[in-house]
């Protein structure tokens, strides 16, 4: 049986980190994004920063790792992303606001292809809900594609409960929820 540890992530982290938000947004490293967070990931104050990340490793080799912040501070974590994506896209593409205040947010989780199917997702996403719940946090919020019900499956096995719908990025997303008392 394979040892799962999650750990705070460390600048070091960064392109893993850019690698799970390239694959949560449908992405791979070639694209030109891959840049746009990479730089965010090695950054102290941005959205994708790896103060706001939790690494899984599997028997010592990084497997994964899962950002979120408190959906209140959406807005000052994001506003890095748009200067680089005008840089390195050369456009910048309306992004619907997916969190809210009073809501603790997990923003992008991927685990590395070799690492899927042992239990390394659900380990990041019950450490990063346990970490959120701990700092009083009352609901801890995500979307997931409509088109993914594998993902649906893990996240309402896990406790998450369906409360509506959001479009992002030009997608239908259902956005689910987590309480403390529904773990």
Request: charged share 25%.
């Amino acid at each position: 049986m394979p040892k799962i540890t999650i750990r705070q992530a460390e600048r070091d982290d960064a392109t893993l980190i850019a690698e799970v938000v390239c694959m949560a947004v449908g992405y791979d490293t070639s694209h030109p994004i891959y840049h746009v967070f990479h730089t965010l990931a090695a950054s102290d104050k941005a959205q994708y920063s790896y103060r706001n990340a939790l690494v899984a490793e599997v028997d010592g080799v990084v497997a994964g790792a899962i950002v979120g912040y408190d959906g209140a501070r959406l807005a000052e974590l994001r506003e890095p992303i748009f200067e680089l994506l005008e840089t390195h896209l050369g456009t910048i593409p309306h992004i619907e606001d997916e969190t809210e205040a009073g809501e603790f947010y997990l923003d992008s989780l991927g685990v590395l292809p070799r690492f899927r199917g042992m239990g390394v997702g659900s380990r990041l996403l019950e450490a990063l809900s346990t970490r959120a719940f701990a700092a009083g946090h009352a609901r801890v919020g995500l979307i997931v594609d409509v088109d993914n019900p594998d993902a649906e499956r893990l996240y309402t096995e896990l406790g998450f409960v369906r409360v509506g719908a959001k479009r992002f990025l030009g997608h239908d997303m259902w956005h689910l929820i987590l309480r403390p008392q529904s773990r």
